[in-house]
């Protein structure tokens, strides 16, 4: 088994893709049903296949984040250009930090329209892509 995609459930569906688009994400495919859903599957360009769905459900009324979602964690290679380019677009990424100190992953976070928490993280030189076992030895 493996995973395939996150899928969130977005308040405004248009305002959603510009958001990831402006992050990186790239559209796959879109699909409509009858009820007026509509759903959007974007990937990283490196990315073989989707990683992110993206739901709009207009008679749902407006996404409540608040209800036990955390964050989604997104490896990036080079997190002070990443966030650089972040900050030209306008999506105001937080300060860089290093929570497993001066030699592990550096971070930083930043926050959809709807309010989802996205960690954006660049290992150290070296390390496995992921959290593997070995990160807890």
């Known amino acids: ?35 007026g ?3 959007t599957i974007l990937k990283f360009p490196e990315e073989p296949a989707a990683s992110l769905e993206l739901v709009h459900r207009p008679g749902d009324g407006p996404v409540d984040v608040g209800s036990g979602f955390d964050h989604l964690a997104i490896q990036v290679e080079t ?4 966030l650089r380019t972040l900050t030209e677009d306008g999506l105001g990424p937080e300060p860089l930090q290093y929570p497993g ?22 290992w150290p030189f ?12």
């Open 126 to 137: 070296g390390h496995p892509d992921g959290i593997t076992a070995a990160d807890f030895t």
């Open 79 to 82: 997190l002070d250009t990443t």
């Open 37 to 39: 859903a509509r759903l």
């Open 1 to 35: 088994m493996k995973t395939l995609f996150v899928s969130y459930r977005v308040t405004d569906l248009d305002r959603s893709l510009g958001f990831y688009t402006a992050l990186g994400y790239v559209e796959l495919g879109r699909v409509e049903s009858a009820d």
């Open 101 to 122: 100190g001066p030699h592990g992953p550096k971070t930083s976070w930043l926050t959809d329209p709807d309010g989802y928490r996205i960690e954006l993280v660049e």
